[in-house]
C-alpha cells in the first residue's frame, strides 16, 4: 500500500487563497480598487464555478485543459499568476510529470477500499486522512 498526499492541482491547488495587495490606484471596469487594498483571490472558487468549466466543475476532466479555448494562467492557477507566481511552479511540474510517467509504466493503479474523501482546507488543501493507493506491479517484459 502507497500513500500518495497529492491531488489534482485543479480540483484541489496547493494554495486555496492567494493575498495580493494594491500598489497604486487601480480601475478595473467600473470597478476602483483603491492603493493599499487587500485582495484575497479565491482560487479553489475560481476553479470550482460551473459558469467558467460548465457543470461537470467539480468533477476530474483532464479533457478541458486539451481545448484550444483553454487558456493557461486566466482560470486555471493552482501556482498563481503573473511576476508574484510560485517559484517552484515549474520544476513542481516537470517532477510530477516524471514520477507519473514512472509509476504509470510500472503499476496499475487502484483507490483502496479504506479511502474516505475529506479535503481539508486551510491555506493549503490537503487530504484529512491521506489518499491509500494500491499498486499492483504491471507485468512488462
Known amino acids: ?32 480598487i ?9 482560487v479553489l472558487a475560481i476553479h470550482h464555478n460551473e459558469d467558467l468549466w460548465g457543470k461537470d466543475a467539480n468533477e ?4 478541458r485543459f486539451a481545448s484550444k479555448t483553454f ?3 486566466r482560470h486555471f ?3 498563481a499568476a503573473g511576476p508574484r507566481n510560485c517559484v517552484g511552479q515549474a520544476f513542481a511540474m516537470m517532477e ?6 514512472m ?20 491555506l493549503t488543501i490537503k487530504p484529512k486522512y491521506g489518499v491509500q493507493i494500491c499498486l499492483k506491479p ?3 517484459p
Open 138 to 140: 504491471l507485468n512488462n
Open 34 to 42: 483603491p492603493k493599499g487594498l487587500s485582495i484575497w483571490i479565491p
Open 77 to 79: 492557477i493552482p501556482f
Open 103 to 122: 509509476l504509470i509504466s510500472r503499476f496499475c493503479f487502484t483507490i483502496s477500499e479504506n479511502y474516505r474523501h475529506a479535503p481539508v482546507i486551510v
Open 96 to 101: 510530477t510529470k516524471i514520477i507519473l510517467a
Open 71 to 73: 487558456a493557461s494562467g
Open 1 to 32: 500500500l502507497l500513500i500518495i498526499s497529492q491531488s489534482s492541482p485543479w480540483l484541489y491547488p496547493p494554495a486555496s487563497i492567494l493575498p495580493r495587495m494594491a500598489f497604486e490606484d487601480i480601475k478595473l471596469g467600473d470597478l476602483h
Open 60 to 63: 476530474f476532466n483532464p479533457d
